[in-house]
T-cell receptor
Framework: ETGVTQSPTHLIKTRGQQVTLRCSSQSGHNTVSWYQQALGQGPQFIFQYYREEENGRGNFPPRFSGLQFPNYSSELNVNALELDDSALYLC???????????????FGAGSRLTVL | GDSVTQMEGPVTLSEEAFLTINCTYTATGYPSLFWYVQYPGEGLQLLLKATKADDKGSNKGFEATYRKETTSFHLEKGSVQVSDSAVYFCALSVSGNTGKLIFGQGTTLQVKP
């Protein structure tokens, strides 16, 4: 059983640029959530995707967007990057959007984004 | 709104010492509660969970009891090892099925030989 894999592991961008982060969910999981973890802080929920549609969103502006593909993999896109977007971005997959199992998340190791 | 507060770290202990990391929460409804652990360079791993009041979650010698009357979910271990050194996050699930977890700020544990 493969876990959650994310790419790239590290990247550096400049203000105003756009970035795409990728995530392959754990085998058998159909739901993907994205979190932003600033240095020294706990992860903050960005949004979740289920059946290729956004299914819940945290307090993040529209320049944070995502996609989920038929194979349940996912992308996080951030436009017009700001310095405060520098963080570790975590992808997590789970079995279903519903019931207690939906909250048992399997996390990837994250993509560390630095915005200069 | 819903929130989680953890004791500030770092917590530094000698091997075989007793560990307590405090966690309290504020939530509407009846959340599920979780402890996740993050080892250096890795993603978060679920350590244990409890889904209703008075439930005790346990795993790898760690325990936490869901206390509704004190809105707490403190993490304990009777004898820590150097390999337990990591960052520990307390989290709660909001009601419903969005997979949204609200995390505390994390507590760094360092265990010395």
């Amino acid at each position: 059983e493969t876990g959650v894999t994310q790419s790239p592991t590290h990247l550096i961008k400049t203000r105003g640029q756009q970035v795409t982060l990728r995530c392959s969910s754990q085998s058998g999981h159909n739901t993907v959530s994205w979190y932003q973890q600033a240095l020294g802080q706990g992860p903050q929920f960005i949004f979740q995707y289920y059946r290729e549609e956004e299914n819940g969103r945290g307090n993040f502006p529209p320049r944070f967007s995502g996609l989920q593909f038929p194979n349940y993999s996912s992308e996080l896109n951030v436009n017009a990057l700001e310095l405060d977007d520098s963080a570790l971005y975590l992808c997590a997959s789970s079995l279903a959007a519903g019931g207690l199992g939906a909250n048992v998340l399997t996390f990837g190791a994250g993509s560390r984004l630095t915005v200069l | 709104g819903d929130s989680v507060t953890q004791m500030e770290g770092p917590v530094t202990l000698s091997e075989e010492a007793f560990l307590t990391i405090n966690c309290t929460y504020t939530a509407t409804g009846y959340p599920s509660l979780f402890w996740y652990v993050q080892y250096p360079g890795e993603g978060l791993q679920l350590l244990l969970k409890a889904t209703k009041a008075d439930d005790k979650g346990s795993n790898k010698g760690f325990e936490a009891t869901y206390r509704k009357e004190t809105t707490s979910f403190h993490l304990e271990k009777g004898s820590v090892q150097v390999s337990d050194s990591a960052v520990y996050f307390c989290a709660l699930s909001v009601s419903g099925n969005t997979g949204k977890l609200i995390f505390g700020q994390g507590t760094t544990l360092q265990v010395k030989p």
